[in-house]
C-alpha cells in the first residue's frame, strides 16, 4: 500500500506540475513535450487504477499519435508565439481570478467529497480479477450494452473525416493528375493509330 | 429484448446513419449527382419523421436511447427542420457554384445527432450525440470555402464549441463520480434525497456545456460572429433545430435525473434566462447586419424558452417545446427570406440592403414582418402564443418577477423588429432586387403562412402533442 | 299595428334615413335623399301623434317597454337597448318628431342651393334618431347614449359649413363644453349605480325611497348620495341645456345653418336637460339640495340670459340668448318641484322657438343672409307672411293673454303657471321666492327683447336699401341668389308651410293642452311618469293666488312692449346712440357678460399653463426624461457596451464562457450553501 501511494503521489504531482508547465513554457515545443509528460503521469495513474489497457490507449494514442502530431504542426508552422502571448501579462490578473474563484470553489467541493464521502452506491471502476482481463472486460460490454454509443462514436469519426476531406479537398481545374485505373485499362487500340504514309508527303498529326 | 426490438426502437436513428453512409457512397461515386443525393436526404428525412411517428415507445441499451413522445415530438419537428434546411440549402450553394454532396449528408447526420440528443437518457449517450451533432455543425459553418468569413466562423464555433465540451465533460465527471453511474434513472436514484454540493457543482459544468449549444448568455458570444460569417441557409438551420435538441435533451435531464433538485437549477435558469434575454435585446439594438441582429433575436428567444423550463414540471416543459416549436419556424422562414433576397448575386443582409424592400418584393418584405412582429411578439403572430405559454408556466410556477423581466426585455427588443419594419416598408429602396428562387420564396411564404394563420388551427394540435410529450420528459 | 312596432319604427326610421342619405347620397343624389329622409321623418311623425293619441286615449298601455336587444352586461352592470314609452316619452316624441319633420321640410328651401344637402339631411336624420333614442331611453346607458349622440350630430351640423374658421370653433366650443357637463352626467350615473346596484329606471325609481338617507364619507364631510347624483346628473344637464356657467356654446352654436338652429337649438337638444330633471323628477324629490341648486342656477339663467338678449344685435343671437332664458325658467319649474309646468312649457317653448328661429331664417334668407337687425327694418310689407308668424311667435313667447278668461297663446299658459308655481312654492322653499322674482323681471325683459326684434326687424326705417355691402353668412357665397336685385323677397313655400304649422301650434298648444299638462286632468296624464309628491299641491293651488300675482307678469310684459316700442319706434335710434356712447352697462351686456372673455382667461389660457408646465416640465423633462427617453438612452448605451465586448477574438469569448461559468458556479454554491 505505502508503494502505491508513493507512486500516486508522485504521478499526481508530476501531472499538475506537466500541465502547468505546458501553460507556462515558452517555447511551444516545450509545452507540447510536458504534454506528453503530462500524458504519460496520467498513464500511468491508470496503472494504478488498475486500467492498464486504458493506460496502453492513452500512450499509444495520445502520445504516439495526437501528441506527436501536434509536435510536427508546431514545428512546421512558423507561428510567432512572441506575439500570441503580447496580452498574456495584460489578461493574467483578471484570468487569474477567474482561475483563483473555480480553484476555491473546487476545493470547497473536494472538501465536501472528503466529508461526506462520494457517491453512496457507486459501483466503482472495474477492478482487475482473477477471472477477466481489463481488454475482456471492455470487450464484453463495448460491442453489447455499449454498441449504441460505440457505433455513434464510429459515426462522430466518420463526420470528422468527412469535415477534413470537405475543408480541404480543392480540384484545380487545369492540374495534370494520375489515373491508374484509366492506365491499366488503355489498349493498344486506344492508344495506337496506325496510318499509311505516302512518301513525300509527311504526317500531319 | 430482441435484436428486432432494438432496432425498432432506434428506427429513426438506424434510418438516417443507413441513409446517410448510403448516400455518402452515391455521392463518392457520382460526385456530380448532388440533387440526387439531396433529394434522397429529404426523403429520408421524411421517412424518419414517418417513422417516429408509429415506431414502439421503450428504453434500450440501459438508457442509452429512450423512445418517447417527449423525443418523437422534437425529432418529428427536428427532422422536418432538417430536411428544410437541404431543401433551402442545395440551390443556395448551387447558385454560388459551391454544390458538394456532402452538405446533405452533413445535415443528415446533424439531424441524426439532434435525434439521439432527444433521445438520450445517458450521460455517455448524451455526450456522443452533442459531439455528432457539434461536429456537423462546425464544418457545416465553414462549408463555404471561398468565403473568409465562414472559414472563420466555422473555426470560431469549432474552438469555443470545444471549449464548451471540455466544461460539460467536467461536469459530466463529477456527476459520475457523485452519483455511481452515468444513466439519468441512476442518477435521480443519488439525487433523490437532495442533491450534494458535488453533483450540483457538477451540474452547472454541465448546465453551461448545454447552454453553449441552445447559445444562452454568457455562453452566446459566438452566436453573432457564427451566424454572420455562416451560410445563410445553415443559419436558418444552425438557430433551429440544434437548439430544440438541445433544450430537449437539458429538459429530460434536469426533470429525470435532477427532478429533486428543481430549487437549485430553476434559479441558474433563470439567471441564465433573464441574462439572454437583456443581452438579446440590448446588443441587438446596436446592430446593422440582419443576420447578427437575428443572432441576438435567437438569443433573447431562448431566454425565454429557459424561463419556460425554468417553472419546470409538465406545464412548464410544454411551454418551452411548444415555444421552442412555433420559434423553429419562425427563425427557418426568417432565414429563408435572407436566403431569398440578394442583389446581383450578393446576399442582402444588412438593414441598408433591404431598405424599401416592400416595393421591389412586396411577398417577402410582408413574410418578414411577419416574421418580425411575431418575433416581437404582437398578436396574432406565433411568437405571441409561445410567450403566452411560457409567461402562464413562469406565472405558475411562481416566476413572475422573471417573467416581468423578460416582458421588458421584450419591450426593449421591439425596437429592432420594428425598425427592420420600418425600414422595410418606409425607407427608400436602391438597387435592383434579383429574382427570389423559387424554393426559398416558397418556403419563406409557408412558414409565414404558418406564423400566422395556421398557427391558430396549428396550436390545437401543438398543444395536446407538446403536452404529452412533456409529461413523457418529466416522468422519465 | 302593434304599439311596439309602432314605437320601434319611430325610433327607427330617421336612423334609417340617415343611413341612406348619408352614406349613399352621392349615388342617389340631393333630391332623392331629400326626400327619403323627409319621407321617413313624416313617417315616424305621424307614427308619434298616433302614439299619443293612443297612450292618452288609453288604447294602448299607459306605460310600456320594448326591449330590442342587449346592449352591456357585465356582471350587474346590465343595459339593454330598449324603448320606454310613457306620458314623458310620449309628449317628446312628438315634439321631437313633429318639430324635426317640419324642419326638415323646411330645410328643402333653406339649403336649396347648399352643395352638401344629402350630408346635411343625413346629420338631421341621425339628430333626430339620437334625441328619440335618449327620450326612449329605460336606462341611464341608453340615455348617455343618445346624449352623446346628440352632442355629436349638433357638433356635425354647427360645423356643417366646415370651410369657415367660425364654425369649425364654434362646433369644437359646443363639443368642449359639453364635455364638462358629461363629465358630472357620467359621474352621477356611476353615483347611481353605485348606490342602488342598477341603472336601469325601472329598478332605480322604487328604491329611492330606501336608499334616500344613503351618505358617502369623504374625509370628513358627509354627502347624502342621492343629493351628490342629482347635482352631479344636473351638471350635465347644465351643459347640454346651456344654463349658467356652461351656457357659452350655445349663442356660437349659431353659426350652424338657421334650420339646425331650430330644431336642435331652440326645440329639441337643448332642452333634454329639462327632460332629464323631469324624468328622474322621483330621484328629485328625494334631493332637496339639488333642487335648491336646480332653482338657482335656472333662475340666474333665466335672467342673465334676457338681460343679454337685450344687447345683442344678431338676430339669431337674440334667439338663441332667448332660448337660454327660457330653459332657466323651465329648470327652475324642475327645480322647485313643478315638473309638469316644466314639461309644458318644454312642450309649447319647442312650437314657438321653433316658429322664431325658421321665421329668423326665412328673414335672413329674405335679406340675403343678413343677420344684423341693424341692417333691416320695414320688412312688414315685403314678407308679410314671415311678419305675421314672427309676430304670433312673439305674442307667444312673451305670454299674451287674459288671465281672467283664461285665454291667450301658448306661453301665457305655460309660462304663467311657472311664474305662479314658484310664488306658491315660495312658501315653503326659500329659493322658489328667487326664482319668482327673476322669472317676473325676465318676462319683462323677454318682452322687451322680442318686441326690440319685431320692431327692429319689421318697422321703422329700410336700412337694407343704403349700403350694398352687407355682411354675409356662410353660404352667402352661393352667389345662387340674384344679386343684382336687393329687394328682400318671401320665401318660397316649402319654408312657410313649417312656420304656419308652427304657428298654429304657438298659438293653440297651450290653451289646448292646459288642462292635460298643468290643469286638473294632469294626474290621469302623467300618471306615474312625473312624481307628483311637490307638484300635486303646487298646481292645484296656482289658481288660487294673490291678484297681483297674477297680473304681475302681464303688466312686466306691457312695460317691456312699451319700452322696446319707445326705442325703436317712437324715437327710433335712441337706443343706436346709446350703443354708441358704450356705456358700462351697454358693454357689459353687449359683451355677453364677459364669460367668454373670462373662460379664456382662467380655464383656455390657465388650463394651456397648466398643460404647459405639465408637458415642458413635467411630462417631457420628468417622465420622458427619466422613463422612455431616459431608459431608452440608457438601453442603447447598454446595448453599445454589450456590443463592445462583442470583439471578435476567440480568446475574449473563452474567457466571457469561463466568467460564466465561474459566476454561475459561485451563485449556485452561495445559493445553496
Given at each position: 500500500?505505502?508503494?502505491?501511494?508513493?507512486?500516486?503521489?508522485?504521478?499526481?504531482?508530476?501531472?499538475?506540475?506537466?500541465?502547468?508547465?505546458?501553460?507556462?513554457?515558452?517555447?511551444?515545443?516545450?509545452?507540447?513535450?510536458?504534454?506528453?509528460?503530462?500524458?504519460?503521469?496520467?498513464?500511468?495513474?491508470?496503472?494504478?487504477?488498475?486500467?492498464?489497457?486504458?493506460?496502453?490507449?492513452?500512450?499509444?494514442?495520445?502520445?504516439?499519435?495526437?501528441?506527436?502530431?501536434?509536435?510536427?504542426?508546431?514545428?512546421?508552422?512558423?507561428?510567432?508565439?512572441?506575439?500570441?502571448?503580447?496580452?498574456?501579462?495584460?489578461?493574467?490578473?483578471?484570468?487569474?481570478?477567474?482561475?483563483?474563484?473555480?480553484?476555491?470553489?473546487?476545493?470547497?467541493?473536494?472538501?465536501?467529497?472528503?466529508?461526506?464521502?462520494?457517491?453512496?452506491?457507486?459501483?466503482?471502476?472495474?477492478?482487475?480479477?482473477?477471472?477477466?482481463?481489463?481488454?475482456?472486460?471492455?470487450?464484453?460490454?463495448?460491442?453489447?450494452?455499449?454498441?449504441?454509443?460505440?457505433?455513434?462514436?464510429?459515426?462522430?469519426?466518420?463526420?470528422?473525416?468527412?469535415?477534413?476531406?470537405?475543408?480541404?479537398?480543392?480540384?484545380?481545374?487545369?492540374?495534370?493528375?494520375?489515373?491508374?485505373?484509366?492506365?491499366?485499362?488503355?489498349?493498344?487500340?486506344?492508344?495506337?493509330?496506325?496510318?499509311?504514309?505516302?512518301?513525300?508527303?509527311?504526317?500531319?498529326? | 429484448?430482441?435484436?428486432?426490438?432494438?432496432?425498432?426502437?432506434?428506427?429513426?436513428?438506424?434510418?438516417?446513419?443507413?441513409?446517410?453512409?448510403?448516400?455518402?457512397?452515391?455521392?463518392?461515386?457520382?460526385?456530380?449527382?448532388?440533387?440526387?443525393?439531396?433529394?434522397?436526404?429529404?426523403?429520408?428525412?421524411?421517412?424518419?419523421?414517418?417513422?417516429?411517428?408509429?415506431?414502439?415507445?421503450?428504453?434500450?441499451?440501459?438508457?442509452?436511447?429512450?423512445?418517447?413522445?417527449?423525443?418523437?415530438?422534437?425529432?418529428?419537428?427536428?427532422?422536418?427542420?432538417?430536411?428544410?434546411?437541404?431543401?433551402?440549402?442545395?440551390?443556395?450553394?448551387?447558385?454560388?457554384?459551391?454544390?458538394?454532396?456532402?452538405?446533405?449528408?452533413?445535415?443528415?447526420?446533424?439531424?441524426?445527432?439532434?435525434?439521439?440528443?432527444?433521445?438520450?437518457?445517458?450521460?455517455?449517450?448524451?455526450?456522443?450525440?452533442?459531439?455528432?451533432?457539434?461536429?456537423?455543425?462546425?464544418?457545416?459553418?465553414?462549408?463555404?470555402?471561398?468565403?473568409?468569413?465562414?472559414?472563420?466562423?466555422?473555426?470560431?464555433?469549432?474552438?469555443?464549441?470545444?471549449?464548451?465540451?471540455?466544461?460539460?465533460?467536467?461536469g459530466v465527471s463529477l456527476i459520475y463520480g457523485f452519483a455511481g453511474g452515468t444513466s439519468f434513472a441512476r442518477i435521480a436514484a443519488a439525487v433523490a434525497h437532495g442533491a450534494s454540493g458535488g453533483v450540483l457543482f457538477g451540474l452547472v459544468f454541465l448546465i453551461c456545456g448545454l447552454a453553449f449549444k441552445v447559445s444562452a448568455a454568457p455562453f452566446h458570444m459566438w452566436t453573432p460572429d457564427v451566424y454572420e460569417g455562416a451560410p445563410t441557409p445553415v443559419v436558418g438551420f444552425f438557430a433551429g433545430a440544434p437548439?430544440?435538441?438541445?433544450?430537449?435533451?437539458?429538459?429530460?435531464?434536469?426533470?429525470?435525473?435532477?427532478?429533486?433538485?428543481?430549487?437549485?437549477?430553476?434559479?441558474?435558469?433563470?439567471?441564465?434566462?433573464?441574462?439572454?434575454?437583456?443581452?438579446?435585446?440590448?446588443?441587438?439594438?446596436?446592430?446593422?447586419?440582419?443576420?447578427?441582429?437575428?443572432?441576438?433575436?435567437?438569443?433573447?428567444?431562448?431566454?425565454?424558452?429557459?424561463?419556460?423550463?425554468?417553472?419546470?414540471?409538465?406545464?412548464?416543459?410544454?411551454?418551452?417545446?411548444?415555444?421552442?416549436?412555433?420559434?423553429?419556424?419562425?427563425?427557418?422562414?426568417?432565414?429563408?427570406?435572407?436566403?431569398?433576397?440578394?442583389?446581383?448575386?450578393?446576399?442582402?443582409?444588412?438593414?441598408?440592403?433591404?431598405?424599401?424592400?416592400?416595393?421591389?418584393?412586396?411577398?417577402?418584405?410582408?413574410?418578414?414582418?411577419?416574421?418580425?412582429?411575431?418575433?416581437?411578439?404582437?398578436?396574432?403572430?406565433?411568437?405571441?402564443?409561445?410567450?403566452?405559454?411560457?409567461?402562464?408556466?413562469?406565472?405558475?410556477?411562481?416566476?413572475?418577477?422573471?417573467?416581468?423581466?423578460?416582458?421588458?426585455?421584450?419591450?426593449?427588443?421591439?425596437?429592432?423588429?420594428?425598425?427592420?419594419?420600418?425600414?422595410?416598408?418606409?425607407?427608400?429602396?436602391?438597387?435592383?432586387?434579383?429574382?427570389?428562387?423559387?424554393?426559398?420564396?416558397?418556403?419563406?411564404?409557408?412558414?409565414?403562412?404558418?406564423?400566422?394563420?395556421?398557427?391558430?388551427?396549428?396550436?390545437?394540435?401543438?398543444?395536446?402533442?407538446?403536452?404529452?410529450?412533456?409529461?413523457?420528459?418529466?416522468?422519465? | 299595428?302593434?304599439?311596439?312596432?309602432?314605437?320601434?319604427?319611430?325610433?327607427?326610421?330617421?336612423?334609417?334615413?340617415?343611413?341612406?342619405?348619408?352614406?349613399?347620397?352621392?349615388?342617389?343624389?340631393?333630391?332623392?335623399?331629400?326626400?327619403?329622409?323627409?319621407?321617413?321623418?313624416?313617417?315616424?311623425?305621424?307614427?308619434?301623434?298616433?302614439?299619443?293619441?293612443?297612450?292618452?286615449?288609453?288604447?294602448?298601455?299607459?306605460?310600456?317597454?320594448?326591449?330590442?336587444?342587449?346592449?352591456?352586461?357585465?356582471?350587474?352592470?346590465?343595459?339593454?337597448?330598449?324603448?320606454?314609452?310613457?306620458?314623458?316619452?310620449?309628449?317628446?316624441?312628438?315634439?321631437?318628431?313633429?318639430?324635426?319633420?317640419?324642419?326638415?321640410?323646411?330645410?328643402?328651401?333653406?339649403?336649396?342651393?347648399?352643395?352638401?344637402?344629402?350630408?346635411?339631411?343625413?346629420?338631421?336624420?341621425?339628430?333626430?334618431?339620437?334625441?328619440?333614442?335618449?327620450?326612449?331611453?329605460?336606462?341611464?346607458?341608453?340615455?348617455?347614449?343618445?346624449?352623446?349622440?346628440?352632442?355629436?350630430?349638433?357638433?356635425?351640423?354647427?360645423?356643417?359649413?366646415?370651410?369657415?374658421?367660425?364654425?369649425?370653433?364654434?362646433?369644437?366650443?359646443?363639443?368642449?363644453?359639453?364635455?364638462?357637463?358629461?363629465?358630472?352626467?357620467?359621474?352621477?350615473?356611476?353615483?347611481?349605480?353605485?348606490?342602488?346596484?342598477?341603472?336601469?329606471?325601472?329598478?332605480?325609481?322604487?328604491?329611492?325611497?330606501?336608499?334616500?338617507?344613503?351618505?358617502?364619507?369623504?374625509?370628513?364631510?358627509?354627502?347624502?348620495?342621492?343629493?351628490?347624483?342629482?347635482?352631479?346628473?344636473?351638471?350635465?344637464?347644465?351643459?347640454?341645456?346651456?344654463?349658467?356657467?356652461?351656457?357659452?356654446?350655445?349663442?356660437?352654436?349659431?353659426?350652424?345653418?338657421?334650420?339646425?338652429?331650430?330644431?336642435?337649438?331652440?326645440?329639441?337638444?337643448?332642452?333634454?336637460?329639462?327632460?332629464?330633471?323631469?324624468?328622474?323628477?322621483?330621484?328629485?324629490?328625494?334631493?332637496?339640495?339639488?333642487?335648491?341648486?336646480?332653482?338657482?342656477?335656472?333662475?340666474?339663467?333665466?335672467?342673465?340670459?334676457?338681460?343679454?338678449?337685450?344687447?345683442?344685435?344678431?338676430?339669431?343671437?337674440?334667439?338663441?340668448?332667448?332660448?337660454?332664458?327660457?330653459?332657466?325658467?323651465?329648470?327652475?319649474?324642475?327645480?322647485?318641484?313643478?315638473?309638469?309646468?316644466?314639461?309644458?312649457?318644454?312642450?309649447?317653448?319647442?312650437?314657438?322657438?321653433?316658429?322664431?328661429?325658421?321665421?329668423?331664417?326665412?328673414?335672413?334668407?329674405?335679406?340675403?343672409?343678413?343677420?344684423?337687425?341693424?341692417?333691416?327694418?320695414?320688412?312688414?310689407?315685403?314678407?308679410?307672411?314671415?311678419?305675421?308668424?314672427?309676430?304670433?311667435?312673439?305674442?307667444?313667447?312673451?305670454?299674451?293673454?287674459?288671465?281672467?278668461?283664461?285665454?291667450?297663446?301658448?306661453?301665457?299658459?305655460?309660462?304663467?303657471?311657472?311664474?305662479?308655481?314658484?310664488?306658491?312654492?315660495?312658501?315653503?322653499?326659500?329659493?322658489?321666492?328667487?326664482?319668482?322674482?327673476?322669472?317676473?323681471?325676465?318676462?319683462?325683459?323677454?318682452?322687451?327683447?322680442?318686441?326690440?326684434?319685431?320692431?327692429?326687424?319689421?318697422?321703422?326705417?329700410?336700412?337694407?336699401?343704403?349700403?350694398?355691402?352687407?355682411?354675409?353668412?356662410?353660404?352667402?357665397?352661393?352667389?345662387?341668389?340674384?344679386?343684382?336685385?336687393?329687394?328682400?323677397?318671401?320665401?318660397?313655400?316649402?319654408?312657410?308651410?313649417?312656420l304656419i304649422l308652427l304657428s298654429v301650434g304657438a298659438v293653440f298648444a297651450g290653451g289646448v293642452f292646459d288642462e292635460s299638462f298643468v290643469g286638473g286632468d294632469r294626474a290621469g296624464f302623467w300618471g306615474s311618469a312625473l312624481s307628483a309628491t311637490t307638484s300635486g299641491t303646487l298646481l292645484d293651488q296656482i289658481h288660487h293666488l294673490p291678484q297681483w300675482v297674477v297680473l304681475a307678469p302681464l303688466a312686466v310684459t306691457a312695460v317691456g312692449f312699451f319700452a322696446a316700442w319707445y326705442y325703436y319706434i317712437a324715437?327710433?335710434?335712441?337706443?343706436?346712440?346709446?350703443?354708441?356712447?358704450?356705456?358700462?352697462?351697454?358693454?357689459?351686456?353687449?359683451?355677453?357678460?364677459?364669460?367668454?372673455?373670462?373662460?379664456?382667461?382662467?380655464?383656455?389660457?390657465?388650463?394651456?399653463?397648466?398643460?404647459?408646465?405639465?408637458?415642458?416640465?413635467?411630462?417631457?423633462?420628468?417622465?420622458?426624461?427619466?422613463?422612455?427617453?431616459?431608459?431608452?438612452?440608457?438601453?442603447?448605451?447598454?446595448?453599445?457596451?454589450?456590443?463592445?465586448?462583442?470583439?471578435?477574438?476567440?480568446?475574449?469569448?473563452?474567457?466571457?464562457?469561463?466568467?460564466?461559468?465561474?459566476?454561475?458556479?459561485?451563485?449556485?454554491?452561495?445559493?445553496?450553501?
Amino acid at each position: 500500500m505505502p508503494l502505491q501511494a508513493i507512486a500516486f503521489y508522485v504521478l499526481a504531482a508530476v501531472t499538475v506540475f506537466a500541465a502547468v508547465a505546458v501553460v507556462f513554457a515558452r517555447n511551444p515545443v516545450h509545452s507540447v513535450l510536458f504534454l506528453i509528460t503530462t500524458f504519460f503521469s496520467a498513464a500511468g495513474l491508470f496503472v494504478l487504477m488498475g486500467a492498464e489497457f486504458l493506460a496502453m490507449m492513452l500512450v499509444v494514442v495520445y502520445v504516439g499519435a495526437v501528441a506527436v502530431l501536434f509536435l510536427f504542426v508546431v514545428m512546421m508552422l512558423d507561428v510567432d508565439f512572441a506575439s500570441l502571448r503580447q496580452g498574456f501579462a495584460r489578461y493574467l490578473p483578471l484570468g487569474a481570478l477567474v482561475a483563483a474563484v473555480l480553484t476555491v470553489e473546487m476545493v470547497i467541493v473536494a472538501a465536501d467529497v472528503a466529508h461526506l464521502g462520494a457517491a453512496a452506491s457507486s459501483t466503482g471502476p472495474a477492478t482487475p480479477s482473477a477471472v477477466m482481463t481489463n481488454v475482456e472486460a471492455i470487450g464484453a460490454v463495448l460491442y453489447t450494452d455499449y454498441v449504441y454509443v460505440f457505433q455513434a462514436a464510429g459515426l462522430v469519426l466518420l463526420v470528422a473525416m468527412i469535415g477534413a476531406i470537405v475543408l480541404t479537398l480543392k480540384h484545380r481545374p487545369g492540374v495534370k493528375r494520375q489515373s491508374v485505373a484509366a492506365q491499366m485499362a488503355r489498349t493498344p487500340k486506344a492508344g495506337v493509330r496506325m496510318v499509311t504514309i505516302n512518301s513525300g508527303e509527311g504526317v500531319d498529326a | 429484448m430482441t435484436p428486432v426490438h432494438l432496432a425498432a426502437l432506434a428506427a429513426p436513428q438506424l434510418l438516417l446513419a443507413g441513409a446517410s453512409l448510403v448516400l455518402l457512397v452515391v455521392g463518392a461515386f457520382r460526385p456530380k449527382a448532388i440533387r440526387l443525393v439531396a433529394g434522397l436526404g429529404v426523403l429520408s428525412l421524411l421517412a424518419a419523421v414517418g417513422v417516429v411517428a408509429i415506431e414502439p415507445l421503450g428504453r434500450a441499451f440501459g438508457g442509452d436511447l429512450v423512445a418517447d413522445q417527449g423525443a418523437a415530438f422534437a425529432e418529428a419537428v427536428i427532422y422536418l427542420a432538417s430536411a428544410a434546411a437541404i431543401l433551402l440549402g442545395q440551390p443556395w450553394f448551387a447558385r454560388r457554384g459551391q454544390a458538394r454532396f456532402e452538405f446533405p449528408i452533413l445535415i443528415l447526420i446533424a439531424a441524426l445527432g439532434m435525434g439521439m440528443m432527444c433521445r438520450a437518457a445517458d450521460l455517455i449517450s448524451l455526450f456522443v450525440a452533442i459531439e455528432l451533432q457539434s461536429l456537423s455543425l462546425y464544418i457545416l459553418a465553414a462549408f463555404e470555402k471561398s468565403d473568409g468569413k465562414s472559414a472563420e466562423a466555422g473555426l470560431k464555433y469549432f474552438v469555443l464549441g470545444a471549449l464548451s465540451t471540455g466544461i460539460m465533460l467536467y461536469g459530466v465527471s463529477l456527476i459520475y463520480g457523485f452519483a455511481g453511474g452515468t444513466s439519468f434513472a441512476r442518477i435521480a436514484a443519488a439525487v433523490a434525497h437532495g442533491a450534494s454540493g458535488g453533483v450540483l457543482f457538477g451540474l452547472v459544468f454541465l448546465i453551461c456545456g448545454l447552454a453553449f449549444k441552445v447559445s444562452a448568455a454568457p455562453f452566446h458570444m459566438w452566436t453573432p460572429d457564427v451566424y454572420e460569417g455562416a451560410p445563410t441557409p445553415v443559419v436558418g438551420f444552425f438557430a433551429g433545430a440544434p437548439k430544440l435538441a438541445a433544450m430537449v435533451l437539458l429538459a429530460r435531464v434536469l426533470t429525470e435525473s435532477f427532478g429533486p433538485a428543481l430549487a437549485q437549477w430553476r434559479q441558474i435558469l433563470v439567471v441564465m434566462a433573464i441574462l439572454s434575454v437583456a443581452v438579446g435585446a440590448l446588443a441587438g439594438l446596436r446592430q446593422s447586419n440582419l443576420k447578427r441582429l437575428w443572432a441576438y433575436s435567437s438569443i433573447a428567444s431562448i431566454g425565454y424558452a429557459l424561463i419556460g423550463l425554468a417553472a419546470g414540471g409538465p406545464e412548464g416543459v410544454q411551454a418551452m417545446l411548444v415555444y421552442m416549436t412555433l420559434y423553429v419556424v419562425d427563425v427557418t422562414g426568417f432565414f429563408a427570406c435572407l436566403a431569398a433576397l440578394a442583389r446581383e448575386g450578393r446576399p442582402l443582409e444588412s438593414f441598408a440592403d433591404v431598405s424599401g424592400l416592400v416595393r421591389q418584393r412586396p411577398g417577402l418584405a410582408v413574410a418578414m414582418t411577419v416574421f418580425a412582429l411575431s418575433g416581437l411578439g404582437l398578436p396574432p403572430f406565433s411568437g405571441l402564443w409561445g410567450k403566452f405559454y411560457v409567461f402562464k408556466a413562469a406565472i405558475s410556477a411562481g416566476l413572475a418577477p422573471a417573467a416581468v423581466a423578460a416582458l421588458i426585455g421584450s419591450v426593449v427588443a421591439a425596437y429592432y423588429y420594428l425598425r427592420l419594419v420600418k425600414v422595410m416598408w418606409l425607407d427608400a429602396p436602391e438597387g435592383q432586387i434579383d429574382a427570389p428562387p423559387a424554393e426559398a420564396a416558397g418556403l419563406a411564404y409557408a412558414a409565414a403562412f404558418f406564423v400566422f394563420p395556421v398557427v391558430l388551427i396549428a396550436l390545437m394540435a401543438l398543444d395536446p402533442a407538446a403536452r404529452a410529450a412533456a409529461l413523457a420528459l418529466v416522468q422519465g | 299595428m302593434s304599439p311596439q312596432l309602432a314605437v320601434t319604427l319611430i325610433v327607427f326610421a330617421p336612423l334609417a334615413g340617415a343611413l341612406v342619405a348619408g352614406l349613399f347620397g352621392r349615388l342617389i343624389g340631393h333630391r332623392v335623399a331629400q326626400i327619403v329622409t323627409t319621407g321617413l321623418l313624416f313617417v315616424a311623425c305621424a307614427l308619434a301623434w298616433v302614439t299619443f293619441r293612443q297612450v292618452f286615449g288609453g288604447a294602448w298601455p299607459h306605460a310600456f317597454t320594448v326591449t330590442l336587444a342587449p346592449f352591456i352586461h357585465v356582471g350587474r352592470f346590465v343595459s339593454d337597448w330598449s324603448i320606454r314609452i310613457d306620458s314623458l316619452s310620449a309628449v317628446m316624441l312628438v315634439v321631437v318628431t313633429s318639430v324635426s319633420a317640419l324642419v326638415h321640410l323646411y330645410s328643402w328651401g333653406y339649403m336649396r342651393t347648399d352643395p352638401h344637402r344629402a350630408r346635411f339631411f343625413a346629420y338631421l336624420s341621425l339628430f333626430t334618431f339620437a334625441m328619440l333614442a335618449l327620450v326612449t331611453a329605460a336606462d341611464f346607458m341608453q340615455l348617455f347614449f343618445g346624449w352623446e349622440g346628440v352632442g355629436l350630430a349638433s357638433y356635425l351640423l354647427i360645423g356643417f359649413w366646415y370651410e369657415k374658421p367660425t364654425a369649425n370653433a364654434a362646433a369644437i366650443k359646443a363639443f368642449v363644453v359639453n364635455r364638462v357637463g358629461d363629465a358630472g352626467f357620467a359621474l352621477g350615473i356611476m353615483t347611481v349605480f353605485w348606490a342602488f346596484g342598477s341603472i336601469r329606471f325601472a329598478d332605480v325609481f322604487p328604491l329611492v325611497a330606501s336608499h334616500a338617507d344613503l351618505a358617502w364619507r369623504f374625509g370628513s364631510a358627509q354627502f347624502r348620495l342621492m343629493d351628490l347624483a342629482c347635482v352631479l346628473l344636473f351638471i350635465g344637464a347644465m351643459g347640454k341645456s346651456a344654463q349658467f356657467l356652461l351656457h357659452t356654446w350655445l349663442p356660437d352654436a349659431m353659426e350652424g345653418p338657421t334650420p339646425v338652429s331650430a330644431l336642435i337649438h331652440a326645440a329639441t337638444m337643448v332642452t333634454a336637460g329639462v327632460y332629464m330633471v323631469c324624468l328622474l323628477s322621483p330621484m328629485f324629490e328625494a334631493a332637496p339640495v339639488a333642487k335648491g341648486v336646480v332653482t338657482v342656477v335656472g333662475a340666474i339663467t333665466c335672467l342673465f340670459a334676457a338681460t343679454i338678449g337685450l344687447a345683442q344685435n344678431d338676430i339669431k343671437r337674440v334667439i338663441a340668448y332667448s332660448t337660454c332664458s327660457q330653459l332657466g325658467y323651465m329648470f327652475f319649474a324642475a327645480g322647485i318641484g313643478a315638473y309638469p309646468a316644466a314639461m309644458f312649457h318644454l312642450f309649447t317653448h319647442a312650437f314657438f322657438k321653433a316658429l322664431l328661429f325658421l321665421g329668423a331664417g326665412s328673414v335672413i334668407e329674405a335679406m340675403h343672409h343678413e343677420q344684423d337687425m341693424r341692417h333691416m327694418g320695414a320688412l312688414w310689407n315685403k314678407t308679410p307672411i314671415t311678419y305675421v308668424v314672427m309676430l304670433l311667435g312673439t305674442l307667444a313667447i312673451t305670454g299674451v293673454g287674459i288671465p281672467g278668461l283664461d285665454l291667450g297663446f301658448a306661453g301665457f299658459y305655460s309660462k304663467d303657471a311657472i311664474i305662479n308655481a314658484a310664488y306658491v312654492a315660495s312658501a315653503t322653499q326659500g329659493t322658489a321666492m328667487f326664482a319668482f322674482i327673476c322669472g317676473v323681471v325676465a318676462a319683462g325683459l323677454t318682452s322687451f327683447y322680442s318686441w326690440r326684434l319685431i320692431f327692429m326687424t319689421f318697422h321703422g326705417h329700410a336700412k337694407w336699401g343704403a349700403h350694398e355691402a352687407h355682411g354675409h353668412d356662410a353660404h352667402a357665397d352661393h352667389g345662387a341668389h340674384g344679386h343684382g336685385a336687393h329687394t328682400p323677397h318671401e320665401s318660397p313655400w316649402v319654408m312657410i308651410l313649417p312656420l304656419i304649422l308652427l304657428s298654429v301650434g304657438a298659438v293653440f298648444a297651450g290653451g289646448v293642452f292646459d288642462e292635460s299638462f298643468v290643469g286638473g286632468d294632469r294626474a290621469g296624464f302623467w300618471g306615474s311618469a312625473l312624481s307628483a309628491t311637490t307638484s300635486g299641491t303646487l298646481l292645484d293651488q296656482i289658481h288660487h293666488l294673490p291678484q297681483w300675482v297674477v297680473l304681475a307678469p302681464l303688466a312686466v310684459t306691457a312695460v317691456g312692449f312699451f319700452a322696446a316700442w319707445y326705442y325703436y319706434i317712437a324715437r327710433e335710434g335712441l337706443a343706436a346712440r346709446i350703443a354708441a356712447r358704450r356705456g358700462l352697462l351697454w358693454a357689459f351686456l353687449y359683451n355677453k357678460w364677459y364669460f367668454d372673455e373670462l373662460y379664456d382667461a382662467v380655464f383656455v389660457r390657465g388650463a394651456k399653463a397648466l398643460g404647459d408646465l405639465f408637458w415642458k416640465g413635467g411630462d417631457k423633462k420628468l417622465i420622458d426624461g427619466l422613463g422612455p427617453d431616459g431608459v431608452s438612452e440608457v438601453s442603447y448605451a447598454v446595448g453599445r457596451g454589450v456590443s463592445r465586448v462583442q470583439t471578435g477574438y476567440v480568446y475574449h469569448y473563452a474567457f466571457v464562457m469561463l466568467l460564466g461559468v465561474a459566476g454561475l458556479v459561485s451563485y449556485a454554491l452561495w445559493a445553496f450553501r
